[in-house]
């Protein structure tokens, strides 16, 4: 099913998850961080949404990982990313920068250039805010975007090579590179796009799986692929929007390392 | 079934709603962010929450509505509200004010008053909240009220003049005017009441719609209905209050056009 | 089934919840607001989140019991929630601290030493919170805990006699304390440790409770059996952890006096 395995491992990745469940600092938009904080729970991570000033350094540093997204950025919330990316560099704790609606909002825009050239260990957006990052494209219409993964395979290339991680882009098939390989995750489900967060989720996911992995690739690509996976199984069963959310959650939880082998990543 | 056809054309607002897909920024409390989110991707509308006075004007400024609801207001969520109803006045944008708890807190109450001055499209709002801004009553309790709708019919229409705009007046029996035409929406069920943000999502619905139909009355009408009919429909499947929920939003995703005509809907 | 009949009442406190539906004032995390207002009405409470510093003095006073969680405290909040004990406090009104990782973090930790000093009616936490809250044992890694309630005993009992009031230490059975009599509750599920905000809202029915009953001994037991007896129903019917917190409002609402009187509650 994969040929990608000899690039990651999916599933020592699932196990590794389970073994070491990694605690998880997110710092993260309000609308989004009950699923975040569910879905972290659901995969056997545990999460922590601590995101004052006073205490986002703090905490980054005793942290597995951290998630840094600026959905709902404010003056007090973008000081606290600040302190915690530069906490976590200085521990080497992996971290996640999740640019949403750069592009289009100049404020945060200019907070996310300040973040990338912290080193993020994966930045993970959607097509159009991975091309804002790097100064191509005119941003998106806010938080969605019209473009595939694939039009913005070389401004993710090219912002790896700033950042010296990996860059992960959403679309109906994802792309993950770290500027010199290159994997494709497919399947999913568009309900994953009128559930508000689960994009987000998977940021934390990601997180949480390069914790566990100790590699910025397999764990992006992992997260990915669970993410993908417990959506095509939530979309089974659920009547609608509404009851998909909790399914996801459920899946999240049942999807085992031998299940998350056998998902649809494809290195190129 | 509904005879105030003549007064707005419920099949034509849920077809323009999900053709135009319109982007809804919202200004609302962090309770009940995720399920206004959820509730307007589920119509087929587009959430975006940018609630910084850094963002929140320009974001105003491009969104196709803009909903404020003062629920968890704070000094710097307040400022935004003003930049975003300033912004959402210039551009032409219709703004919808949700002035939840009015009435019992002199702080959001003062807020509410300079807010209604900048002529809002829409003000959604239990009765006690709608005599609150017109000085009637003495307030609820904080957010519950134990008024009927038509209690605050007089305070509705006289508010509707002021501002220009539509008065909407949540209860059993809804009441919505523009001062000269009202309309009344019934329907709904108990449940709803024990969904804490369903009120205010429907303040985001409103938004959605009066962008799609370009009409305050047509639109605010529309969303209540849209609201009262999908939660008949998930009232008749759901075990309890939490299950409820996400039966509301597989039910709001799937009432169509057609559904939506036959909502009951009354002028008088 | 409960030998504590005698210290505790239950049924007639899940009559009294009912009876006088109390107003909530919750000051919490904004991981779980929406969780806690739903919790709060399941089981026939009204919730309102108010952590303004504008506002938290004014409506502490009016509110029938306060909830003060510092889960995702800031400089804001943190003076909302002075405001609000002192406010309490001085009105009489029963108010609860959840006191969320403490020991870890040095901020939160000092906010809730002066917190402590205010006289909560009830303290609730898991055991490593309770422990760092007097001095002993090193925090947790955040918001979870390795120790068990009874690890926290003496802990718990010292706390309560700094208090007054009573203090609650959650785990696989919990401890419920006023420093001379001591409540074990059993039951529950693991999933609700899986569900983010159970703990959490958990808290805020201590605060119902104890506003219904007004005696906080017999509130915190109440709440803690509740809680307990819902997600043992719950668990029985959900297919994993997403769907389990929309089961556990459904058995929240659902659990009656008779049943609550059925707990596994034991005084020692």
Redesign the interface.
Known sequence: MSDAVEVVDLRAARTALREHAP?VHCLT???????T??AL??VGA??????????AG??AA??SAVLVNV??????TAEAMRLAARSAGAAGTPWVLDPV?VG?????TALAGELVALAPAVVRGNPSEIMALTGAGSGG????STAGADDAASAAAGLAGRTGGVVAVSGEVDLITDGARTVRVGGGSPLLT????AGCALGALVAAYVAATRDPLTGAVAAHAHVALAAERAAAT??????F??????????VGPDDLAGADVRSA
Chains 1, 2, 3 share one sequence.
Do not use: K, S
């Open positions: 605690l938009n309000t609308v989004v961080q009950t699923l904080a569910n729970l659901a545990a999460p922590a949404m601590v995101d004052a000033p006073q205490e703090d905490f005793i942290a959905g709902t950025v404010n003056a007090r609606a289009g909002l100049a404020y945060r219409r806010g938080v969605d009128r559930t508000t967060g659920a009547a609608g929007p509404g009851t959310a909790a399914a996801w959650l459920d899946a999240l939880d049942a």
